[in-house]
């Protein structure tokens, strides 16, 4: 049996001090319990203790919800550098930079496939990519999900992770606000079911537009949902804000969503959803 935590140094006054080896163990940051690394991504990044839900990359969730095989598409959509945007970095590279943390050319990936054996559109965003925030190509790729998802008769499912609009687009990042609720509107008059999936976090130009147009609204436990963030409304009203502000728990409570859904429960959920509408559509 391997000893994880080996006495290897002494620690204050010559007691021994236990060493947790690199890329084993991470630490939980609700309750600072030390979880093992293979059975938290076992029990779907969710911590046994507290039920924390850590953040995890779009490919997770993809193979979570999906029965297998699917098709990824408009997989080579790159952002470009309209303004020539540059603070303390320039902006064509932090793209390279984020491509070559995540392996996506931007901030959402797309895919139809198949969940419980209904074919379906999934969009999900990831957050390691600059923040998950919109730009051009993330608010396109989404519009023309909603485009296949409309023209196949699909079922559309959206998995937001992201801290709002992309201001190194500027403009070009904000139309996409009104870009994909349009599309989401003609996807609505066609009679489409869309499944909106809110995580940890939800923000800024995302909440504001296709995150909240969801025919059915399902939010992880924990995840921060709002527009601007809580410490900017707790500066700008001068007031201490409830406890809980902008958690799903509170956001429900508020009415702004259907369901709060454990990411274990997800699929089973979303089955369900699926066959109620399959059998009823």
Request: net charge positive; aromatic share 10%; with cysteine.
């Amino acid at each position: 049996m391997v000893d994880w935590f080996k006495r290897t140094k002494k620690g204050f006054l010559g007691t021994a001090k236990k060493v947790i080896p690199d890329g084993l163990w991470i630490k939980c940051p609700a309750c600072s319990e030390y979880l093992y690394k293979r059975e938290l991504d076992r029990n779907y990044w969710i911590c046994p203790h507290c039920r924390y839900h850590f953040r995890v990359a779009c490919d997770e969730y993809i193979k979570i919800l999906l029965d297998g095989e699917f098709e990824e598409f408009n997989k080579e959509m790159k952002s470009n550098d309209p303004l020539k945007f540059k603070d303390s970095k320039r902006y064509a590279d932090r793209l390279k930079a984020a491509y070559n943390k995540t392996g996506n050319y931007d901030a959402v990936v797309t895919v139809e496939g198949k969940l419980s054996g209904h074919p379906v559109v999934l969009c999900v965003m990831d957050f390691r990519f600059i923040g998950g925030s919109m730009g051009s190509v993330v608010g396109e790729k989404i519009a023309r999900a909603i485009d296949r998802a409309r023209e196949k008769k699909l079922s559309l499912m959206i998995i937001s992770s992201s801290g709002g609009a992309r201001m190194m687009e500027g403009i070009f990042s904000l139309m996409q606000m009104a870009k994909t609720s349009a599309k989401l509107a003609q996807f609505h008059e066609q009679g489409g079911l869309y499944i909106s999936i809110l995580t940890d976090p939800t923000t800024g130009g995302t909440t504001a537009s296709f995150a909240m147009l969801g025919d059915i609204i399902i939010a992880e436990p924990g995840a921060l949902i709002g527009f601007a963030g809580p410490r900017v409304i707790k500066q700008t009203i001068g007031k201490d804000l409830p406890e809980g502000f902008q958690r799903s728990e509170f956001v429900m409570e508020k009415g702004f969503l259907d369901l709060i859904c454990e990411r274990s429960e997800l699929k089973p959920t979303l089955t369900k959803i699926l066959d109620f509408f399959s059998e009823n559509g």
